[in-house]
């Protein structure tokens, strides 16, 4: 385990965030050592400003019905995750139940446990805050998150494309309950 403290996020915390969320996406998506997405660089640079600026983070912070929470030690930020209203196009959801919209673990941090007790968190915090049906979104060749997931109850419902500039990835569409 860690001595990481698990807390929710401040304000200042913004432009931190916004860089663990950065450079996270790229470990994972990008990276040599991770799926190597071949994004061209304009829709990679668009989707990470948009995606992770510290002034895109701030206002996500202050979205209302959300909820996050961080993983914190010695001042680093080391993993996050964040739950809200739905918003995955699938005919049978609907924006009052919740969706678990990103749940990243720094490269440095994985292994220590924090992805499953943030994700415990987080689907606490969705299951008394939605009117139905919990929704995750995760990339079709992501099979270790999908596992992760299918661990926790969540099926496959549908799939749908996730906008990364102009690129579209295929994901698939996760629900519990």
Do not use: C
């Amino acid at each position: 385990m860690t001595d990481a403290v698990i807390r929710p996020p401040r304000p200042e915390d913004a432009a931190a965030l916004g860089a663990l969320g950065r450079q996270t996406f790229i470990d994972t998506f990008v990276a040599e050592d991770g799926f190597a997405i071949p994004y061209p660089a304009d829709d990679l640079a668009a989707f990470l400003d948009a995606s992770f600026s510290a002034e895109a983070t701030t206002k996500k912070l202050a979205e209302p019905d959300a909820a996050w929470w961080v993983a914190e030690r010695g001042g680093d930020l080391l993993a996050f995750a964040n739950a809200g209203p739905n918003t995955l196009p699938h005919p049978e959801s609907a924006p009052t139940q919740m969706e678990l919209r990103r749940l990243y673990v720094g490269k440095p941090a994985q292994g220590l446990g924090l992805g499953t007790q943030l994700l415990k968190l987080s689907l606490d915090w969705m299951e008394a805050n939605s009117t139905g049906p919990l929704w995750i979104g995760v990339w079709n060749g992501n099979l270790k998150a999908q596992k992760l997931y299918e661990a926790y109850g969540f099926t496959k419902a549908g799939e749908y494309q996730y906008p990364v500039g102009a690129w579209r990835d295929d994901e698939f569409i996760l629900r519990r309950g």
